[in-house]
Structure formats: C-alpha cells, structure tokens
C-alpha cells in the first residue's frame, strides 16, 4: 500500500516560516509527479505546488514567491519551504503523487497541521 507521512508542522507567527516533509513508501517515487495540497476549515483542498519527476515546479498563485517545493529522490522525501506565512496559511497539508491519484489511487495521508496565527 502506497503511504504518506507528513511531518514538520505546527504553530507559528504571521511572518515566520516553516518546513514540511512528506516521506514517501516504493520505488516509483522517482516518476511521480509530487505535490502538496492544503485543506482550511471549511474550505476544499486545494492544490499549493508541484514537482514534477524532472524538477520542474509550480505554484498556486496565493503562494508563489514565498513556499519552495523540492524533492530528494534517494530519500523518497518531498518537502515544502514556507516563508512569509499568512493567516490564510493555516491548513492541513498533504502530499501526494498526482500520478496515482490519476490512476485512480485515491489514499491520502493524514497530513499535518500548520496554524499562523499572532
């Protein structure tokens, strides 16, 4: 069974910054195409970034400039630097393959918890 564990979250000031990392279970880590998404209270989850097996990355437009995803394809880790956090930042964050998740492999992890607030 594919897994996620996402780890790195927690409590922090508008201003700060954060890192998430999400390791990865198989071997096929490496031809994913990796990206984290977000759920508020109340609101869908939604996409925040993306990287693709070749490292090309894109953002949701509310964060580009200020959260970096990467990858380390021999840890099968990916991670997501957040900088200037916002209020609106506060989510539960996941990672997932969207390669799989096209095919129809529907697991999420349990994500973790990123709260901006004064």
């Known amino acids: 069974q594919v897994q996620f564990v996402e780890s790195g979250g927690g409590l922090v000031q508008p201003g700060g910054s954060l890192r998430l990392s999400c390791a990865a279970s198989?071997?096929?880590?490496?031809?994913?195409?990796m990206g984290w998404y977000r759920q508020a209270p109340g609101k869908q989850r939604e996409l925040v970034a993306v990287?693709?097996?070749?490292?090309?990355?894109n953002y949701a437009d509310s964060v580009k400039g200020r959260f970096t995803i990467s990858r380390d394809n021999a840890k099968n880790t990916v991670s997501l630097q957040m900088n200037s956090l916002k209020p609106e930042d506060t989510a539960v964050y996941y990672c997932?393959?969207?390669?799989?998740?096209?095919?129809?492999?529907?697991?999420w992890g349990k994500g973790t918890l990123v709260t901006v607030s004064s």
């Open positions: 990287i693709t097996s070749g490292g090309r990355t």
């Open positions: 997932n393959a969207d390669d799989l998740l096209m095919a129809g492999v529907d697991y």
């Open positions: 198989g071997s096929r880590f490496s031809m994913y195409s």
